[in-house]
């Protein structure tokens, strides 16, 4: 299973069936879910907004430099899109291996690489009825919005 986006909700368990294996004996996983606040402000949803071309492909090169680099067996991510409530899974990682200390290690390095990476953008919806993307001052400084 590749890199996936989707804009329905996902499910855990579809991922971690995708990633076992009986060679190994290591698995992490990491599920990011949508908080009620974020700096002092309470939340109300979150939305996010993907190039998909480019994202997919990022992702599954991310996933690829994970393997080769820790050794692991398997590894796969989605992401949502779209709009997601209060407690809403927006990423979920799942990677198998030999042993877990290398699969503590990949599920680290592609939720961290997943968020710097790929042209993926979260906006906050407050529950003042205000918003506003997070994390995309140049976005706004180079007069482009995602």
């Known amino acids: 299973m590749p890199f996936t986006l989707q804009s329905t909700p996902l499910d855990?368990?579809?991922?971690?069936?995708?990633?076992?294996?009986?060679?190994?004996?290591?698995?992490?996983?990491?599920e990011g879910w949508v908080r009620n606040h974020h700096e002092g402000r309470s939340v109300d949803r979150l939305e996010y907004e993907a190039y998909a071309p480019l994202a997919e492909k990022e992702g599954q090169r991310i996933l690829d430099e994970?393997?080769?680099?820790?050794?692991i067996l398997h590894a796969v991510c989605a992401h949502r899109t779209g709009p997601i409530e209060i407690g809403g899974l927006a990423v979920?990682?799942?990677?198998?291996?030999?042993?877990?200390?290398?699969a503590f290690e990949a599920c680290r390095y592609i939720i961290d690489?997943?968020?710097?990476?790929?042209?993926?953008?979260?906006?906050?919806?407050?529950?003042?009825?205000?918003?506003?993307?997070?994390?995309?001052?140049?976005?706004?400084?180079?007069?482009?919005?995602?």
Do not use: M, N, Y
């Not at 979920?92 to 290398?102: A, K, M």
């Not at 042209?119 to 205000?130: A, C, L, M, R, S």
């Open 113 to 146: 690489e997943v968020k710097s990476r790929v042209p993926i953008w979260k906006k906050e919806h407050f529950t003042d009825g205000t918003s506003g993307w997070v994390r995309c001052d140049h976005c706004a400084d180079s007069g482009h919005a995602p």
């Open 66 to 71: 994970a393997r080769e680099r820790f050794g």
């Open 12 to 30: 855990p368990q579809a991922l971690r069936d995708a990633v076992l294996d009986p060679a190994a004996g290591g698995f992490c996983s990491f």
């Open 92 to 102: 979920v990682v799942c990677v198998s291996s030999h042993h877990r200390d290398v």
